[in-house]
C-alpha cells in the first residue's frame, strides 16, 4: 500500500495543488488533470468520510480548479473546498 493511500486513511481531506503553471499536485506527485477522479475515487474508497480541498495559486486558471471539483464531485465526494495561495 502507498504511503499517500496509507495517509489519507487517517486524514479527513485529500488536499490538491495547482500551481501558477496549472500543474496539478496530490502530495508529492505531479498527476495528469485526466486522473484526478480515478485518484480521488481511489483515496474515497479508503476513507468514505474525506472531503476534498483545492489549493490554488492565484496565479492559476479558474478552469483547472472548477475541473477539480467537478472531477472529485464525480467521484462521490461533494465536501469540496477551494483556498488560494501566492508566491
Do not use: C, K
Request: overall charge negative.
Amino acid at each position: 500500500v502507498a504511503i499517500a493511500d496509507r495517509l489519507h486513511r487517517f486524514t479527513r481531506s485529500i488536499l490538491l495543488t495547482v500551481t501558477a503553471d496549472n500543474e496539478i499536485w496530490l502530495g508529492e506527485r505531479r498527476i495528469d488533470a485526466r486522473s484526478v477522479r480515478v485518484n480521488i475515487e481511489r483515496l474515497h474508497a479508503g476513507n468514505p468520510e474525506v472531503a476534498v480541498v483545492i489549493r490554488a495559486h492565484e496565479d492559476s486558471d479558474t478552469e483547472v480548479f472548477a475541473a477539480i471539483a467537478d472531477q472529485s464531485r464525480e467521484a462521490g465526494v461533494y465536501d469540496v473546498s477551494i483556498t488560494t495561495f501566492a508566491d
